[in-house]
T-cell receptor, first 114, second 114 residues
Framework: DAGVIQSPRHEVTEMGQEVTLRCKPI?????LFWYRQTMMRGLELLIY????????DSGMPEDRFSAKMPNASFSTLKIQPSEPRDSAVYFC????????????FGPGTRLTVT | AQSVSQHNHHVILSEAASLELGCNYS??????LFWYVQYPGQHLQLLLK??????LVKGIKGFEAEFIKSKFSFNLRKPSVQWSDTAEYFC????????????FGGGTRLMVKP
């Protein structure tokens, strides 16, 4: 299995621009998680989906952030407009229901907003 | 809601030294427990997990962890560290009523000096 796939791996953008991060979970996994990692705040859960439905988005920092999962094999995290404080590594993880929390992480997208 | 505490934020050891990283959680119900490792510039990878049974679990690369229910702890150990163990280590908890969601500790950065 190819594992969790994220794209792009690196993104540099200017403040005010829209940024879209993409994730393909492991085939058959029915949970998908978006995390943000920074030096200051560590690893934060932003939102997670079960069977393509958002379950908990309480970690989404602001209305500038939105996430979708149109089907079982694809999810996006969008930031519009982006700000320098959004600079972080964004990880996507997937998990199989019944596996009691065991999550598989993607390689991450390093976002730099200048 | 559950929380996870990792009291050691930074640990520096020499090669061949023994390692023990502390992890305590707060949740009164049944939990599943994980340790993840993040090597520099990489994504989180599962090191070991505990679901039930023998409270002493063995993981990859010589790591082990012991679940002590009475102390709400799941400490990570390795008898002899190597330079290649330099990484950040995250303890995580899945509560049985939380679906596949994990609550992560703040992480412990381990540096092993050659």
């Amino acid at each position: 299995d190819a594992g969790v796939i994220q794209s792009p791996r690196h993104e540099v953008t200017e403040m005010g621009q829209e940024v879209t991060l993409r994730c393909k979970p492991i085939s058959g996994h029915d949970y998908l998680f978006w995390y943000r990692q920074t030096m200051m705040r560590g690893l934060e859960l932003l939102i997670y989906f079960n069977n393509n439905v958002p379950i908990d988005d309480s970690g989404m920092p602001e209305d500038r952030f939105s996430a979708k999962m149109p089907n079982a094999s694809f999810s996006t995290l969008k930031i519009q407009p982006s700000e320098p404080r959004d600079s972080a590594v964004y990880f996507c993880a997937s998990s199989l229901g019944g596996s009691w929390g065991e999550q598989y992480f993607g390689p991450g997208t390093r976002l730099t907003v200048t | 809601a559950q929380s996870v505490s990792q009291h050691n934020h930074h640990v520096i050891l020499s090669e061949a030294a023994s390692l023990e990283l502390g992890c305590n959680y707060s949740y009164g119900g049944t939990v599943n427990l994980f340790w993840y490792v993040q090597y520099p510039g990489q994504h989180l990878q599962l090191l070991l997990k505990y679901f039930s049974g023998d409270p002493l679990v063995k993981g990859i690369k010589g790591f082990e962890a012991e679940f002590i229910k009475s102390k709400f702890s799941f400490n990570l150990r390795k008898p002899s560290v190597q330079w290649s163990d330099t990484a950040e280590y995250f303890c995580a908890v899945n509560a049985k009523n939380a679906g596949n969601m994990l609550t992560f500790g703040g992480g412990t950065r381990l540096m092993v000096k050659p």
